[in-house]
């Protein structure tokens, strides 16, 4: 079947007012690949580096966590670059529960109504913007020695 | 050839011609993410030290490394049927496609099966200094 790639085709999301229920639909899937693709590939790397030994955890310490005091220009930057893919996987994780909590009450038929999925679609948001920090605040003050 | 009606070999399949298989494995794997990422994220707030040799012996014990290793066959499950569904939202050439479904399917194999050989070694053999 040839396709005229210049055929008309029906609007997207730039033509749309934004809402509540689009952004947590179209975050679901953004926050989903996040978490299978970065997510899943640093708690491996987590797991291994547990199961490698010691040396193997310094090294993974070292370029995730803290480089430490004598650690290498490529270890600081790759610190700040997994501090920014931590909060980008938890929030991920907060933002994709919330709103696949939200994906199973409506599986059951329930909260379609206008007012109420408005309502349930921006609790999602601020709920996983709130649980993100929460963390984000724990491993600052525990783990990274701000606050 | 079976010996069912034309009618009653695809009733039930719908137009994607999986029936409700697809739809069904999500929600499932979904409830059993929830479950197994609730364990994990308590434990990692619980864990009293993030040494090595703490973490190791925390890991090695049955009832970390069982839930572990349930956690990430679900979670590549989920994310093998998940990351499907967006290769055919938005992949539209079919060799494109193919190629996308292979290389996913791959990610995912070979992910779980490396994080389960990690976890079931350490529990196996106990940790390593």
Same mark, same amino acid.
């Given at each position: 079947m040839a396709k005229n790639p210049n055929r008309p085709l029906s609007p997207h999301l730039q033509v749309y007012r934004w809402s509540p229920q689009m952004a947590v639909s179209i975050f679901h899937r953004a926050t989903g690949f996040i978490l299978a693709t970065a997510g899943m590939m640093t708690l491996l790397w987590w797991l291994s580096a547990i199961g490698g030994g010691a040396e193997s955890y310094a090294t993974f310490e070292k370029?995730?966590?803290?480089?430490?005091?004598?650690?290498?220009?490529?270890?600081?930057?790759?610190?700040?670059?997994?501090?920014?893919? =931590?909060? =980008?996987?938890?929030?991920?994780?907060?933002?994709?529960?919330?709103?696949?909590?939200?994906?199973?009450?409506?599986?059951?038929?329930?909260?379609?109504?206008?007012?109420?999925?408005?309502?349930?679609?921006?609790?999602?948001?601020?709920? =996983?913007?709130?649980?993100?920090?929460?963390? =984000?605040l724990f491993v600052a003050s525990r783990f990274i020695g701000v606050l | 050839m079976d010996s069912r009606t034309n009618i009653g070999r695809v009733r039930g399949l719908g137009s994607a011609k999986h029936g409700g298989e697809h739809w069904l494995k999500q929600r499932l794997t979904a409830v059993g993410n929830m479950l197994l990422t609730t364990w994990f994220v308590l434990s990692l707030f619980m864990i009293p030290s993030f040494e090595h040799s703490a973490l190791a012996q925390w890991l090695a014990q049955p009832l970390v490394a069982v839930p572990m290793i349930l956690m990430i066959a679900n979670i590549f499950s989920h994310v093998r049927l998940g990351l499907q569904v967006l290769i055919e939202d938005y992949v539209h050439d079919e060799g494109l496609k193919f190629a996308a479904m292979t290389l996913l399917s791959f990610y995912v194999i070979a992910s779980a099966v490396f994080g389960i050989f990690v976890v079931a070694k350490l529990a196996f053999t106990g940790a390593l200094a």
């Open positions: 370029y995730v966590v803290s480089a430490g005091a004598d650690g290498s220009g490529v270890q600081i930057a790759s610190n700040w670059f997994f501090r920014l893919v =931590a909060l =980008a996987v938890t929030f991920s994780f907060f933002q994709h529960l919330a709103s696949g909590l939200r994906h199973l009450v409506l599986d059951i038929g329930a909260g379609y109504e206008l007012k109420t999925n408005r309502t349930w679609a921006s609790v999602a948001f601020v709920a =996983a913007f709130f649980a993100t920090a929460f963390v =984000a | -």
